[in-house]
């Protein structure tokens, strides 16, 4: 079909012109056409092959046992191969599995808002204290400091489907004890549940509360120069639908409201990923919102990011699919800017303009503008994102542009 409206587009066009370029530029365009279209006689998309585990690896895995503190990260992988069905299966099976639970990337959401074996902002101790860790799709690279953040005398079992990601900075860093290129969920079904020391979850459960009252007095924190991203994030927190789908395209704005949001079911967490691959956030928000149209679909945009793909808001009022996007303008790249300046004592490359109103560009693009200014009470984000909300179940897609203050919320997180 492309082939065909290529085809007839250029002639279209071209009516009128000389034969001969006329005939050059069919014969250059049906070239690259016929190049990107060779040999496709069937688009139905390719199912994902299973990776099933060997039976040498299962055997292995099955004589495991007697761990005291075991501890399960998991990543976004995790979700594959088949999407929803693989999420509710491997929930069912870490929770029967017993242990202390991770979840990163988009395998947020996975065991919802509560669960007693569900940890959040503890990672780090319980990586250095764990006896047995469970690297369910989760990766060795920056964000678990390359495998140095695991235990040296731990057992390691390490499952992915990527034999490059399996051994990531294995044998450096860190060893396993067992490691497989496998789909993480048919994996965990092998292994022998634990016999969790009950203090082991004790002790994680009260530094997880510690730092949860740690990060409510942060959210009372004002700001001088603007809103305080953990206030913002903690109101929208409060706000959030059994039917709210977030997606993050940003830097600091990101990395904050992974901390502070809360999906409230598995898949209801998108974002760039591991390298911060953004622009993502437009494109992801149009594919969520078209494949779950009764989702609120939120868009969380640093004032940097949102660059990349803001003109999303055109096709997605013109093709009625909404979204409500978040943009946190504090007028810089704050993620870089952060270390940069501690690094190289210069911002260079750094500011944005904190005045550009976001919440205009997105009127121009037939959205519905708000505004959250730099002295927003609590109450006053709260009857905005509300506000947005009532908007959006009118069909209009929102932006509200949030004048942030800079915040120390990330200060030490890795940015460069």
């Not at 990601?165 to 549940?193: H, M, Y």
């Not at 409510?216 to 039917?243: I, M």
């Not at 704050?334 to 004592?345: A, D, P, Y």
């Amino acid at each position: 079909r492309s082939k065909q409206w290529y085809q007839r587009r250029v002639r279209g066009e071209m009516s009128g012109v000389k034969d001969k370029p006329r005939g050059m530029l069919e014969r250059i365009v049906s070239a690259k056409v016929n190049a990107v279209f060779a040999g496709v006689k069937d688009v139905t998309p390719v199912p994902l092959p299973v990776c099933s585990m060997g039976v040498a690896a299962i055997k292995r895995l099955r004589k495991i046992s007697g761990a005291q503190r075991p501890v399960v990260v998991v990543g976004s992988q995790a979700m594959l191969p088949f999407g929803p069905k693989t999420a509710q299966y491997l929930a069912r099976l870490l929770i029967e599995f017993g242990a202390p639970i991770y979840l990163g990337g988009m395998s947020r959401g996975l065991l919802g808002v509560e669960h007693h074996l569900f940890f959040r902002h503890t990672r780090k101790q319980a990586l250095r204290d764990a006896d047995l860790i469970i690297l369910a799709g989760a990766v060795t690279d920056f964000r678990l400091n390359y495998g140095r953040s695991l235990n040296r005398r731990a057992k390691v079992i390490s499952l992915n489907r990527s034999l490059v990601q399996l051994k990531l900075n294995e044998g450096t860093f860190w060893r396993s004890e067992l490691d497989d290129v496998c789909d993480v969920a048919p994996a965990i079904a092998q292994i022998v549940p634990v016999h969790c020391d009950p203090s082991w979850l004790q002790q994680l459960r009260a530094s997880e509360e510690a730092e949860e009252a740690k990060i409510s007095e942060q959210s009372k924190v004002a700001l001088d120069d603007g809103v305080n991203p953990v206030t913002l994030f903690k109101v929208l927190d409060s706000l959030l639908t059994e039917d709210s789908l977030l997606v993050g395209d940003g830097g600091d704005f990101v990395g904050t409201a992974a901390r502070i949001l809360r999906p409230r079911g598995p898949l209801r967490w998108l974002d760039p990923g591991a390298f911060g691959t953004l622009g993502a956030g437009g494109g992801f928000a149009l594919g969520a919102k078209s494949v779950r149209p009764k989702s609120v679909v939120w868009v969380l945009w640093g004032d940097g990011s949102c660059a990349y793909s803001i003109a999303e808001i055109e096709p997605a009022t013109r093709l009625n699919l909404p979204f409500i996007a978040i943009i946190g303008n504090d007028g810089s790249w704050g993620q870089i800017e952060r270390e940069q300046v501690k690094m190289l004592g210069s911002d260079v490359g750094c500011p944005l303009n904190p005045a550009t109103p976001y919440h205009k560009v997105g009127e121009g693009y037939g959205a519905v503008g708000l505004e959250i200014r730099p002295s927003a009470t609590e109450e006053k984000m709260q009857q905005t994102l509300r506000l947005a909300q009532e908007e959006h179940s009118k069909g209009r897609t929102v932006v509200v542009n949030v004048a942030l203050g800079k915040s120390k919320f990330r200060e030490g997180s890795v940015s460069v």
